[in-house]
């Protein structure tokens, strides 16, 4: 059981988190900056402005959620046959990406490089013309080059209706140089699929 003090300091502490203001002992968050703190450029290798600490943990707990999230989904054993399911789980995958980003932003996540990652995943799936998915992939491994074969492959695996001669297609499309440089923002190098 609580005590009553206790109960207090945890309402003005949903208080505070519900309602956005700060709390008065961190007044250095809100400029982005802390008194003696050196600048250092965030996870997305921007340099101006420095990232406050808040926002690099904030970052950080964003690029998990994401990363998280399409590790399930690659990993479930799912199998949508018809395009309404497909178009379902499409509409589900937004929803959920909406909640994130709108979290992750609210609390200050400066990753913008990560707000295409998950509604990307849910037009792949969406979508049921080959050439359509074709396009969508390349301009995903140009947002995310770390984007691999076995990722997509596991993405597809979830489309039921695709043949395997239009599965090897969309793949194909990764073989094609698309200019992308090295990733300085890794995400599905983080992610082991297999």
């Not at 990993?75 to 949508?80: A, E, N, Q």
């Not at 998950?118 to 969406?126: Q, V, Y």
Request: hydrophobic residues 40%.
């Amino acid at each position: 059981m609580r005590s009553r003090e206790g109960m207090h300091l945890g309402a003005r502490t949903d208080a505070l988190l519900c309602s956005g203001t700060r709390p008065s002992w961190t007044p250095g968050l809100e400029a982005g900056r802390l008194p003696g703190r050196r600048r250092v450029p965030c996870l997305d290798g921007s340099r101006a402005p420095a990232c406050s600490p808040a926002q690099e943990l904030m970052e950080v707990i964003h690029l998990h959620l994401v990363k998280e999230y399409i590790i399930r989904l690659s990993k479930r054993r799912l199998v949508l046959r018809t395009p309404e399911q497909q178009q379902q789980l499409a509409g589900h995958i937004l929803a959920n990406a909406e909640l994130i980003q709108n979290f992750c932003t609210e609390n200050g996540s400066p990753a913008t490089w990560l707000h295409r990652a998950l509604p990307t995943l849910a037009e792949i799936i969406r979508l049921q013309d080959p050439s359509a998915i074709k396009i969508e992939v390349a301009t995903y491994a140009t947002w995310y080059p770390d984007f691999s074969k076995g990722h997509l492959s596991a993405i597809l695996a979830i489309k039921g209706n695709l043949s395997s001669s239009e599965v090897k297609s969309i793949r194909s499309i990764l073989d094609i140089n698309t200019g992308a440089h090295e990733p300085s923002k890794p995400l599905f190098s983080l992610i082991n699929v297999g």
